[in-house]
């Protein structure tokens, strides 16, 4: 399982990210997919996830209404669209795949995450 993220950088309060995570290793489109954060000093935070086809989607309330997951089962990617960026967004975000009969919310162990790729969000 090899899970690349990229996209990540700094951007002042009200910005916009895009980020990307290239999956090789394993059959994508049979794995739903999430996006994780984790701030410095703190656990890791569910952001969102969507489902093995595409067709379902969910966030956390604290990004609902401004970020955007998406994925392309042809190109093995999972994006994450961020807008409205604020300084609480800053955290290193990973994507990781998620067996279909997990609960909406469950975190997978860390090998099945990516090396993560840092956002940071200056007042």
């Known amino acids: 399982v090899q899970l690349v993220e990229s996209g990540g950088g700094m951007v002042q309060s009200g910005g916009s990210l895009r980020l990307s995570c290239a999956a090789s290793g394993f059959f994508f489109a049979n794995y739903d997919m999430i996006w994780v954060r984790q701030a410095p000093g703190k656990g890791p935070e569910w952001v969102s996830r969507i489902t093995n086809g595409g067709e379902g989607e969910g966030y956390a309330d604290s990004v609902a209404g401004r970020f955007k997951i998406s994925r392309d089962n042809a190109k093995n990617t999972l994006y994450l669209q961020m807008n409205s960026l604020r300084p609480e967004d800053t955290a290193l975000y990973y994507c990781?795949?998620?067996?279909?009969?997990?609960?909406?919310?469950?975190?997978?162990?860390?090998?099945?995450w990516g090396r993560g790729t840092q956002v940071t969000v200056s007042s």
């Open positions: 990781a795949r998620v067996d279909l009969i997990r609960a909406w919310h469950f975190l997978p162990s860390r090998d099945n």
